[in-house]
């Protein structure tokens, strides 16, 4: 029972982690499970340049398509293995961020409105500094 526990807890909540000396929580791993986070992160990167691009010329289905592109769907295909490394507040920062990305699709196709569009952006992008703040990654020892 308490070794269930203890697996549960290293597996949904703490992840794979250690602090970094520069304080912030590394989580270890492998270069392949890296290159995937990192990935994804520079294609929030990529759909938040969209939707600015998208602002500029007032086109809410230009806006629309690059936070799509990000939203939850994007999501799927995360392997397990990763997701028992990651920690609870990362992956919830994660998924939030999506589910953000599928919202300010959803206001861009209903309102038309770039000013709204980047009110929403910033609100993502506070998921994006909290957690270059809080976390790094870092290569998994053998």
């Known amino acids: 029972m308490i070794t269930t526990l203890v697996l549960a807890y290293t597996f949904l909540i703490q992840g794979k982690t250690r602090p970094s000396e520069d304080g912030r929580t590394a989580i270890l791993l492998t270069p392949a499970e890296r290159n995937l ?28 398509r690059a936070a799509r592109g990000v939203g939850a769907t994007a999501q799927q295909g995360v392997p397990a293995s990763l997701m028992g490394k990651l920690p609870l507040a990362f992956k919830s920062l994660g998924l939030d961020t999506h589910r953000q990305f599928d919202q300010l699709a959803l206001n861009a196709e209903q309102m038309g409105d770039p000013q709204q569009a980047q009110l929403d952006l910033a609100r993502v992008m506070s998921n994006c500094v909290a957690c270059h703040a809080a976390y790094r990654i870092e290569a998994e020892q053998p």
């Not at 340049?49 to 289905?61: C, L, R």
Request: proline content about 4%; hydrophobic content about 55%.
């Open 37 to 64: 986070v990192l990935a994804e992160m520079r294609s929030f990167l990529a759909a938040a340049q969209g939707v600015v691009e998208g602002g500029t010329k007032s086109d809410p289905a230009a806006i629309a």
